[in-house]
T-cell receptor, first 111, second 108 residues
Framework: GENVEQHPSTLSVQEGDSAVIKCTYSDSASNYFPWYKQELGKRPQLIIDIRSNVGEKKDQRIAVTLNKTAKHFSLHITETQPEDSAVYFC??????????FGTGTSLTVIP | EAGVVQSPRYKIIEKKQPVAFWCNPISGHNTLYWYLQNLGQGPELLIRYENEEAVDDSQLPKDRFSAERLKGVDSTLKIQPAELGDSAVYLCAKYGYTFGSGTRLTVV
């Protein structure tokens, strides 16, 4: 089955700096890669996703890049704000199939 | 996004007691997932439904866990009997976009 690895497990950045979280996957059949933000005690919320036919996608301060050859994808948050502090999960999936989650990155944005 | 409703939000039970969780994917969706999430970890799949059919239950501990989705809409996950190690958050999701708020189970 699919194996998703996520790094780093914790990340601290100064407010205004950028944050990058990286994930790798093992199954070349995976074609959908969502990212979730989970605040303490709350549900995971989809913040951005990318499909395998696209190399990059951007939504305001958040962007995701995908390298299918290397089987890795990354989340980029620019101009970080304290409210960006949360746990971020990547996932890999075959459309309409099972989702495999990374182990999470705890992001702290220091004011 | 109010797309998936779960109840209860919290449940505290003694070990060896039964417990049930309920999930309703508001506005419906063919695909429904039950996940278990331990503190500091990502969600782990327990079971996936396509309509009424459980298409992936390989990670469900069938000796004590059961699930049903009789009409292809809402679903129930049951544990009987509960063990201390079952303490976790149980999340329901429709497709991969929308999670419910989860049920935080504490077994004492």
């Amino acid at each position: 089955g699919e194996n998703v690895e996520q790094h780093p497990s914790t990340l601290s950045v100064q407010e205004g700096d950028s944050a990058v979280i990286k994930c790798t996957y093992s199954d070349s059949a995976s074609n959908y890669f969502p990212w979730y933000k989970q605040e303490l005690g709350k549900r995971p919320q989809l913040i951005i996703d990318i499909r395998s036919n696209v190399g990059e996608k951007k939504d305001q301060r958040i962007a995701v890049t995908l390298n299918k050859t290397a089987k890795h994808f990354s989340l980029h948050i620019t101009e970080t704000q304290p409210e960006d502090s949360a746990v971020y999960f990547c996932a890999a999936s075959i459309m309409n199939g099972q989702f495999y989650f990374g182990t999470g990155t705890s992001l702290t944005v220091i004011p | 996004e109010a797309g998936v409703v779960q109840s209860p939000r919290y449940k505290i039970i003694e070990k060896k007691q039964p417990v049930a969780f309920w999930c309703n994917p508001i506005s419906g969706h063919n695909t429904l997932y039950w996940y278990l999430q331990n503190l500091g970890q990502g969600p782990e799949l327990l079971i996936r439904y396509e309509n009424e059919e459980a298409v992936d239950d390989s990670q469900l501990p069938k000796d004590r866990f059961s699930a049903e989705r009789l009409k292809g809409v809402d679903s129930t996950l049951k544990i009987q009997p509960a063990e201390l190690g079952d303490s976790a958050v149980y999340l329901c999701a429709k497709y991969g976009y929308t999670f419910g708020s989860g049920t935080r189970l504490t077994v004492v």
